[in-house]
């Protein structure tokens, strides 16, 4: 497939299927590709600097399968001070994150990476999101994560779906980031490669 407006291939540098759904919301045509990355923080890294590293690496890690392109690559931690949660993975998991947000604010961080190949030109930035737990009890959130089984998803939760329940207020620019691709920023960076949406 390509893009009208754009002699480039479009490649999403992730396997999320939610990155994937609100990068088809902009109406462009792309592939993904699956990034191998060891996404393990460095010693003493924040967590600001970890996801625009990860997000570079991905991006990186699929360009090296085009001689142009542009690859966007994203990463995203959720954070609580500067303690990172990532995905539970497990029930177990997810409900110990669930309790230690309770009444909290949490910060979501995702890095942005649009590469391209054919110039090396590289735009990056970190958008942050918070969200404030409502006070929850422990039925609270196992009916939730009964009902939603968010165990890949950082925080566990999913703001798009029943997640919106637990919280109080949400604080940011682009409600898009909370899920994984901040596309307000998106769409500026694609227009300084001559990629107009709409």
């Known amino acids: 497939m390509s893009n009208p407006n754009n002699p480039l291939p479009l490649v999403l540098a992730s396997s999320s299927v939610y990155r994937k759904a609100l990068l088809e919301r902009l109406g462009l045509a792309f592939h993904t590709a699956s990034p191998t990355v060891d996404e393990s923080p460095k010693p003493g890294e924040s967590p600001e600097a970890l996801v625009l590293r990860l997000a570079e690496a991905k991006?990186?890690?699929?360009?090296?399968?085009?001689?142009?392109?542009?690859?966007?690559?994203?990463?995203?931690?959720?954070?609580?001070?500067?303690m990172i949660l990532g995905k539970p993975g497990t029930r177990e998991r997810a409900i110990e994150q669930l309790v230690f947000a309770s009444g909290k604010q949490v910060r979501f961080l995702t890095g942005l990476c649009l590469l391209n190949v054919a110039t090396g030109q590289m735009q990056t930035l970190c958008e942050p999101f918070s969200v404030h737990f409502r006070?929850?009890?422990?039925?609270?959130?196992?009916?939730?994560?009964?009902?939603?089984?968010p165990f890949d998803c950082a925080g566990?939760?999913?703001?798009?779906?029943?997640?919106?329940a637990l919280f109080e207020r949400m604080?940011?620019?682009?409600?898009?980031?909370?899920?994984?691709?901040?596309?307000?920023?998106?769409?500026?960076?694609?227009?300084?490669?001559?990629?107009?949406?709409?």
């Open 59 to 82: 991006a990186s890690a699929v360009a090296k399968g085009y001689s142009s392109a542009l690859i966007i690559g994203s990463d995203q931690v959720a954070c609580i001070d500067d």
């Open 171 to 198: 604080e940011g620019k682009d409600p898009n980031a909370l899920i994984g691709l901040p596309l307000i920023q998106l769409i500026k960076m694609l227009s300084k490669e001559g990629i107009e949406v709409p």
């Open 156 to 164: 566990s939760f999913k703001s798009e779906g029943l997640g919106i």
């Open 135 to 149: 006070s929850l009890s422990k039925s609270q959130i196992e009916r939730y994560l009964d009902a939603e089984q």
